[in-house]
T-cell receptor, first 111, second 120 residues
């Protein structure tokens, strides 16, 4: 069974700090990985996608993928209170591009 | 771009009635849409994959006769919860992948706003 594991947290960081979110996956056939942000009561919002080993940066966000270790991470630099949300890691594999989601990590950024 | 609109955002219905939820891709076409259900403090659980012009593919344990899915066009998929019961109360979310023609489809999926269903 394909699984995506995340530390459920909660993770609490002070404003301006770096938040580090981690994810592991079991399906070696997964090729694409995504980080979604979900505010309470809202639907997920795509913030990063990564397909190749290494780092991918977009503004304050950096995604890292290590396929050998089956590990994906998301770093948020200069964390802001508005970053407080649940972050969902998802991996894609198989036909129809079905996504398998982790349970999410609740991040709180304290002013 | 890549906007997915879901309607209604909230619905309350009586036990035994049916509720239809619409998912529209506003600025792109989608041959494949996905329907998820999310219970409080839990992650998204895929219910079914909606395929334009063909039958939906349901995940194990999801009753296809209870959760009717129709993907009538390249921009619209609907989920109908039939004979709703209180245990069907949940947050239902659709997602869609932009389709570019031929075999080309975006690997990124975009979500609708979600529908909060309460069955009383």
């Amino acid at each position: 069974q394909k699984e995506v594991e995340q530390n459920s947290g909660p993770l609490s960081v002070p404003e301006g700090a770096i938040a580090s979110l981690n994810c592991t996956y079991s399906d070696r056939g997964s090729q694409s990985f995504f980080w979604y942000r979900q505010y309470s009561g809202k639907s997920p919002e795509l913030i990063m996608s990564i397909y190749s080993n290494g780092d991918k940066e977009d503004g304050r966000f950096t995604a890292q993928l290590n396929k050998a270790s089956q590990y994906v991470s998301l770093l948020i630099r200069d964390s802001q209170p508005s970053d407080s949300a649940t972050y969902l890691c998802a991996g894609e594999g198989g036909s129809n591009y079905k996504l398998t989601f982790g349970k999410g990590t609740l991040l709180t950024v304290n002013p | 771009g890549a906007v997915v609109s879901q309607h209604p955002s909230r619905v309350i219905c009586k036990s035994g009635t049916s509720v239809k939820i619409e998912c529209r891709s506003l600025d792109f076409q989608a041959t494949t849409m996905f329907w998820y259900r999310q219970f409080p403090k839990q992650s998204l659980m895929l219910m079914a994959t909606s395929n334009e012009g063909s039958k939906a593919t349901y995940e194990q344990g999801v009753e296809k006769d209870k959760f009717l899915i129709n993907h009538a066009s390249l921009t619209l998929s609907t989920l109908t919860v039939t004979s709703a019961h209180p245990e069907d109360s949940s947050f239902y979310i659709c997602s869609a992948r932009p389709y570019y023609g031929g075999d080309s489809e975006s690997t990124e999926a975009f979500f609708g706003q979600g529908t909060r269903l309460t069955v009383v």
